[in-house]
Nanobody, 121 residues
Framework: QVQLVESGGGLVQPGGSLRLSCVASGSIFGINTMGWYRQAPGKERELVAS???????NYADSVKGRFTISRDNAKNTVYLQMNSLKPEDTAVYYCNVEARRSYYSRYADYWGQGTQVTVSS
């Protein structure tokens, strides 16, 4: 099994910052893409940012210039630094990891339990 544990969510005022972390553990042979998604009430889950093994990144237009995704491959950890937060960033943020459990396994998607981010004054 692969477990993802997120941390760092909370309540912050508009313009503030938060840093999310997600640690992958368990039976992991290799990790490919790591990313963050979010889901606001009444809306579909959407990609926020992703980062490939080599470090190339992809961001949703709504967060470009404000959020930064990074990863520590040695620690199987992905981070999301969120600056200049807006009320519309309020959502449950989910960590997503594409991982395989052995040399012979295919890569599969794994999800964290989600962490609430609320931006409000």
């Amino acid at each position: 099994q692969v477990q993802l544990v997120e941390s760092g969510g909370g309540l912050v005022q508009p313009g503030g910052s938060l840093r999310l972390s997600c640690v992958a553990s368990g039976s992991i042979f290799g990790i490919n893409t790591m990313g963050w998604y979010r889901q606001a009430p009444g809306k579909e889950r959407e990609l926020v940012a992703s980062i490939a093994t080599g470090g190339s990144t992809n961001y949703a237009d709504s967060v470009k210039g404000r959020f930064t995704i990074s990863r520590d491959n040695a620690k199987n950890t992905v981070y999301l630094q969120m600056n200049s937060l807006k009320p519309e960033d309020t959502a449950v943020y989910y960590c997503n990891v594409e991982a395989r459990r052995s040399y012979y396994s295919r890569y599969a998607d794994y999800w964290g339990q989600g962490t609430q981010v609320t931006v409000s004054s």
